[in-house]
T-cell receptor, first 113, second 116 residues
Framework: QQQVKQSPQSLIVQKGGISIINCAYENTAFDYFPWYQQFPGKGPALLIAIRPDVSEKKEGRFTISFNKSAKQFSLHIMDSQPGDSATYFCAASIETSYDKVIFGPGTSLSVIP | DGGITQSPKYLFRKEGQNVTLSCEQNLNHDAMYWYRQDPGQGLRLIYYSQIVNDFQKGDIAEGYSVSREKKESFPLTVTSAQKNPTAFYLC???????????????FGEGSWLTVV
């Protein structure tokens, strides 16, 4: 019940296209869902996060869509650029608890010119 | 600048040697973490600490040890008992449980450990 599933494992998108990464969770107590972006040889960096009181959050070209009933959330990258090529991790946690954050296995995104 | 500093960036370990990776944060965060990442793989939790002088094993603690004597510092020792230590090690911190955004994790730049 603590697992976060993430798909696809890898994704190739043409420049200007839309990249979509999906995650699913089982623990209905989770109430904080961040996405992290990791470039090769670097630590992951917080990209965007959502709480279940909203169904969508947008920051620039990055949008999180959240479906509470389906226990799914997804990251959309609009107008994908080669500079977006990175590994993306979704995560879930109970925001104010002392329980550990659960990370998805990651998606390697390559944006080709 | 506030952040998490890991050192060294690159470290080589001989067989049978213990090595220690340093992690310091000046974010005034209560919680700190160590993750291991193998090439092309995800993040695996080694140890975490929610408060000074207390820490818990993560999913892959065998062959590793930590200490948390100061709020700012959470060093990781890779012992000779860890049979396959070559990996990318990430230190992280978060504000801590019991508060909004308490579990927002911030990562350091990582340390590469190679067995020679």
């Amino acid at each position: 019940q603590q697992q976060v599933k993430q798909s696809p494992q890898s994704l190739i998108v043409q420049k200007g296209g839309i990249s979509i990464i999906n995650c699913a969770y089982e623990n209905t107590a989770f109430d904080y869902f961040p996405w992290y972006q990791q470039f090769p040889g670097k630590g992951p960096a917080l990209l965007i996060a959502i709480r279940p009181d909203v169904s969508e959050k947008k920051e620039g070209r990055f949008t999180i869509s959240f479906n509470k009933s389906a226990k799914q959330f997804s990251l959309h990258i609009m107008d994908s650029q080669p500079g977006d090529s990175a590994t993306y991790f979704c995560a879930a946690s109970i925001e104010t608890s002392y329980d550990k954050v659960i990370f998805g296995p990651g998606t390697s995104l390559s944006v080709i010119p | 600048d506030g952040g998490i500093t890991q050192s060294p960036k690159y470290l080589f370990r001989k067989e049978g040697q213990n090595v220690t990776l340093s992690c310091e944060q000046n974010l005034n965060h209560d919680a700190m973490y160590w993750y291991r990442q193998d090439p092309g793989q995800g993040l695996r939790l080694i140890y975490y600490s929610q408060i000074v002088n207390d820490f818990q094993k993560g999913d892959i603690a065998e062959g590793y040890s930590v200490s948390r004597e100061k709020k700012e510092s959470f060093p990781l020792t890779v012992t000779s008992a860890q049979k396959n230590p070559t990996a990318f090690y990430l230190c992280a911190s978060s504000p801590g449980g019991g508060q909004r955004s308490g579990n927002t994790i911030y990562f350091g730049e990582g340390s590469w450990l190679t067995v020679v």
